[in-house]
């Protein structure tokens, strides 16, 4: 059964800095790595996806890199921003479904 | 930009009651699933549906729960006899595709 971890469980960090975010996972035969936002209250938005095949994803300031050898994935923030804060949830994809880890509460101060 | 939408956001029930909780997944999509977000708790995947039938399911979706298309546009999610733990948030999503999933911001359900 895949165990999905995220550490931290929650970072604190000042507007400006770049920032990394964990991610593993305990089966390697997965087919995707999706990573989340959350914004407390409200439903997933969907940042960044990875195939199995690739070893990393850009989009903005964010890079997604995925070691399904290791059973890892990182998610870096370059230049966090205040608007930066929520919880950012990595998710590994195996047939249908996808398996959840805890999620980061990221806050990034003023 | 086309979104996964949920109604209703918010649903109390007593417990041993049915509840519907609605999904209208993205217009061109193929696959849809349901998950459920225990306060405080790990999302957790609930049901897979393709081609009008059940790709895949928890141990979680057990007799209690069902799905339906009954039409074009919306998926559903029916509890027959709510529980106290059945009380969470409920996500639905879809996806063409590729494997990129989107998800609806949720119905919270309160069973009391």
């Known amino acids: 059964k895949q165990e999905v971890t995220q550490i931290p469980a929650a970072l604190s960090v000042p507007e400006g800095e770049n920032l990394v975010l964990n991610c593993s996972f305990t089966?390697?035969?997965?087919?995707?790595l999706q990573w989340f936002r959350q914004d407390p209250g409200k439903g997933l938005t969907s940042l960044l996806l990875?195939?199995?095949?690739?070893r990393e994803q850009t989009s903005g300031r964010l890079n997604a890199s995925l070691d399904k050898s290791s059973g890892r994935s990182t998610l870096y923030i370059a230049a966090s921003q205040p608007g930066d804060s929520a919880t950012y949830l990595c998710?590994?994809?195996?047939?249908?479904?996808?398996?959840f880890g805890e999620g980061t509460q990221l806050t990034v101060n003023p | 930009e086309p979104e996964v939408t949920q109604t209703p956001s918010h649903q109390v029930t007593q417990m041993g009651q049915e509840v519907i909780l609605r999904c209208v997944p993205i217009?061109?999509?193929?696959?849809f699933y349901w998950y459920r977000q225990i306060l405080g708790q790990k999302v957790e995947f609930l049901v897979s549906?393709?081609?009008?039938?059940?790709?895949?399911k928890s141990e979680i979706f057990d007799d209690q729960f069902s799905v339906e298309r009954p039409d074009g546009s919306n998926f559903t999610l029916k509890i027959r006899s709510t529980k106290l733990e059945d009380s969470a948030m409920y996500f639905c999503?879809?996806?063409?595709?590729?494997?990129?999933?989107?998800f609806g911001p949720g119905t919270r359900l309160t069973v009391t």
């Open positions: 089966d390697s035969a997965i087919y995707n």
């Open positions: 217009s061109n999509h193929l696959y």
């Open positions: 990875i195939q199995s095949s690739q």
């Open positions: 549906f393709y081609n009008n039938e059940i790709s895949e």
């Open positions: 998710a590994s994809g195996s047939g249908s479904r996808l398996t």
């Open positions: 999503a879809s996806r063409k595709d590729s494997y990129e999933q989107y």
